[in-house]
Every structure is written in C-alpha cells, then in structure tokens.
C-alpha cells in the first residue's frame, strides 16, 4: 500500500472512532506530516481521498472540518466517490423535464448549515423539484444550496440542470458527494407530485456534494419512487 493510502486508513479510523473533536479543525498538515513522518505533499494527498469520500471538507482560512453526517452511525451509509454527474447526466438519451414546485431564499437551520459549513446568517436557496423522465414522475428533490457558493441560480436554470449550470457557467468542479439510502413512508407531497399511493414506500437519498476544493454546495433529499431507483455497488480487490 502506498504511504499516503495507508495514512488516509489510519485517520479514516480515527475519525469513526471520534479521535478528533466534530466541532473544531482536525491537526493542520504539518502537524499531521510531523506526526506520520512523511512530506506535506503526502498528508495532502492522503486528507484529499478523505475530502473526496464526504468525511472531511476544508473551510479556507479555518481549517479542515470533519463532516458531522459522515460518522452517523445509526444508519446504512453509502459513499459515492466522483459520482458527481447529476440526475441528467446519468440518463442522457432521455427525455428529462424539471418542475418547480418550490424556489426560495431563506436563512438555514442549524441542521442545514452544519451539513453545508455555513453559519445561521448565510443565505441558502431551498428548492424543491419533480424530475420526470420521458413524462412519468421519477424523483422529487429538495435541495439547499448556498447562495454565496452558487449565485445567480433562477427560474430558467432550474427547469434544466443545475450542475450543468455550476460547472459550465459558474466554472467549479465538483468532485464528490457523501450520501445515505434509505427507505420511508411517502408523505403527502409524494403522493400529490410522485403519484404514489400511501402504501408505497420512497427510497430517500441524503445527499451533501463537494467541490474540488471541499467545499460543500449542496445538501439534498432525493426522493425516489420506489420502482424507479435501484443501487449497484462495484467491490474491486487491489
């Protein structure tokens, strides 16, 4: 195993076993370099494939942060690493169409701006939308982005991606996301927009997606019908 993968073992450990405190940066690189006795540049590396999995995201001038999410462990976890393509992306050759049910401007709640490293006083956009393909109701997403972190998103942008706007437009790159399934009952807004029956369950994905930089840009629900989603996992020996 090579030195940085090893390292990125051991202080992926750490954190799951709460080494480090959730609610300050985790030691510097240098720091961290000193300790595992390897060059800054190693550390990097090694922090980079814990940033790109969802269990840490760098705050520029702050430090890394340990993702609150990411070490819950009271339920079945999914890490998704560069599977950063959005709902469009995923079924290109398909008809897909986007209705708005919901588009504000509203200042998080502590839950939301934890999972986004923001504080109370930083504008998230909260949006909620039906994603169809070839006209049957797929997925309906609530979505919270910061608005300092993505501006400009309106009307038009929303009735198509939004992730082709952020890379294309805006010229960010994102990297990664951390993500958890799972199952619950469908509520009045999936039965309305959905078109669920009451006895129908939902596949819930929670979502937090990066940048390249660790910076977080999206918190998420996506809400799945449950004859319209399903989850292929790859396991590779190295």
């Known amino acids: 195993m090579i030195k940085y993968e090893f390292i990125s073992v051991e202080m992926r450990q750490r954190i799951q076993e709460g080494h480090y405190p959730v609610d300050q940066p985790i030691p ?3 720091t961290l370099a000193k300790e595992f006795q390897c060059s800054r540049m190693t550390m990097k590396r090694a922090l980079d494939i814990l940033v790109l ?13 340990i993702v609150k999410s990411a070490i819950q462990n009271s339920r079945v976890n999914v890490n998704v690493v560069g599977n950063a393509l959005g709902f469009t992306n995923l079924l290109k050759g398909q008809e897909i169409t986007s209705k708005l049910i919901k588009f504000e401007v509203q200042f998080p709640s502590e839950e939301v701006a934890a999972h986004l490293a923001i504080d109370l006083k930083t504008p998230v956009y909260y949006i909620i939308r039906l994603r169809s393909v070839d ?7 609530k979505t919270y982005m910061p608005a300092t972190v993505t501006p400009g998103i309106n009307d ?3 009735k198509g991606s939004i992730y082709e706007y952020i890379t294309s437009r805006l010229g960010l790159t994102i990297a990664g996301s951390h993500r958890k399934i799972r199952a619950c009952k469908s509520d009045v807004l999936d ?29 998420s ?18």
Do not use: A
């Open 221 to 238: 629900f996506s809400r799945h019908r449950y004859d319209k989603f399903e989850v292929t996992t790859v396991n590779m020996k190295r």
């Open 28 to 30: 510097d690189e240098i």
């Open 53 to 65: 999995e969802g269990l840490l995201y760098r705050k520029r001038g702050h430090g890394t942060f």
């Open 135 to 141: 006209g049957e109701p797929h997925v309906m997403e």
């Open 156 to 158: 038009d942008i929303l």
């Open 191 to 219: 039965m309305e927009h959905l078109e669920c029956l009451k006895e129908d369950p939902i596949l819930e994905v929670e979502h937090v997606g990066f940048l390249n930089n660790g910076v977080p840009f999206e918190y």
